[in-house]
């Protein structure tokens, strides 16, 4: 059955949208690896091409959808397999970023770093999922802007977004995540920078960035469970 949406006003109608799909998404509908078809969406909204194609950018830089090499659209989905390939080029990545910032971090640049460490344990304290990883995505970019290259900070912006939108609609389809344990995970990586200890922050950063690859990896393992139920039902 294809999604009915109620026609929108012209108005902003590029962020309603890019609103009311974000929604769609994360509540898992459309679900993980499902297709998004630019014709049949602008059918849904009342809406032109070009205004859901704008859309579709604006949800792809926030991580919650993929384009494939064709330029077709569907719904961020990681496999085994891609949480494999993505934490192996993101220690190599963050690792260098993570040594870049700790050499070159000011006094005024760890302070800040310390707060935005603090707003992250605030909203794992109040256990609001979605503001947590909006705020642990912050504090991860603020080390890469730390590091002083756009290079690097674009390169792991890209490989990095998608995983914290997989793990939105993960969280927001039934899927529970310690966020105190996952907050204090960071603080190592504080730490780290504090510490200028270039080599120990290379090290860090591997530790915490592999206790993250096991949790995801956990997360696709279970949406690769329901995938294969589903099919079975289907069968």
Known sequence: MP???????????????????????????????????????????????????????????????????????????????????AFALRRVLEGYAMQEATRRATPEQIRSLESLYLDMLDAARGGDSVLFLRRAYGFKQYIWEIAGNRFLAAALARLVQPQFGFLSIRLHTGETLDLI???????????????????????????????????TRSFAVTQSSEHGKERLQKA
């Open 3 to 85: 999604i009915l949406f109620a026609k929108l006003p012209k108005h902003s109608l590029r962020q309603h949208v890019a609103s009311k799909l974000r929604q769609a998404i994360l509540h898992g509908s459309p679900k993980p690896g499902e297709r998004l078809v630019e014709r049949k969406l602008a059918i849904q909204f009342g809406a032109s091409v070009p205004v859901i194609r704008e859309a579709l950018v604006q949800l792809e830089a926030e991580g919650l959808v993929a384009k494939s090499p064709s330029s077709s659209c569907c719904v961020t989905q990681y496999s085994i397999e891609d949480v494999e390939q």
């Open 181 to 215: 344990q996952d907050a204090y995970l960071h603080l190592p990586l504080l730490e780290a920078i504090r510490s200028k200890d270039v080599e120990a922050s290379r090290h860090t950063t591997e530790a915490v960035l592999d206790e993250m690859s096991r949790r």
